[in-house]
């Protein structure tokens, strides 16, 4: 599986980006897909995930209510809204897909293949 992320970029506080992920292969809807992230200095952090069929999602607690995961296996694509933006959402922003399970999990270490990652900076 070939992951590739886009969308990233530089947007005032407040603001929003949508970043998508898409990827080869016509076995993607058989895949839970995960958005995880890694700021300068800090490890990778888990910000949400997307079940199989995208009817479980699950964020870290900091994007609640600002941040949006959804697919569309037809495309092979898991998008990821962020609204509101904060100065502390800046980061390199990974796709990741797991292979194993229905539901994402928020370790990276389950996660079997990933994206070559998207800058998203947010300016106060």
């Known amino acids: 599986v070939q992951l590739q992320a886009s969308g990233g970029g530089l947007v005032q506080a407040g603001g929003s980006l949508r970043l998508s992920c898409a990827a080869s292969?016509?076995?993607?809807?058989?895949?839970?897909v995960a958005w995880f992230r890694q700021a300068p200095g800090k490890e990778r952090e888990f910000v949400a995930g997307i079940s199989r069929s995208g009817g479980i999602t699950s964020y870290t607690d900091s994007v609640k209510g600002r941040f949006t995961i959804s697919r569309d296996n037809a495309q092979s694509t898991v998008y990821l809204q962020m609204n509101s933006l904060k100065p502390e959402d800046t980061a390199v922003y990974y796709c990741?897909?797991?292979?194993?399970?229905?539901?994402?999990?928020?370790?990276?270490?389950?996660?079997?293949?990933w994206g070559q990652g998207t800058l998203v900076t947010v300016s106060s």
């Open positions: 292969g016509r076995t993607f809807r058989n895949y839970a």
């Open positions: 990741a897909v797991d292979r194993g399970r229905v539901v994402a999990g928020n370790d990276p270490l389950l996660y079997d293949y």
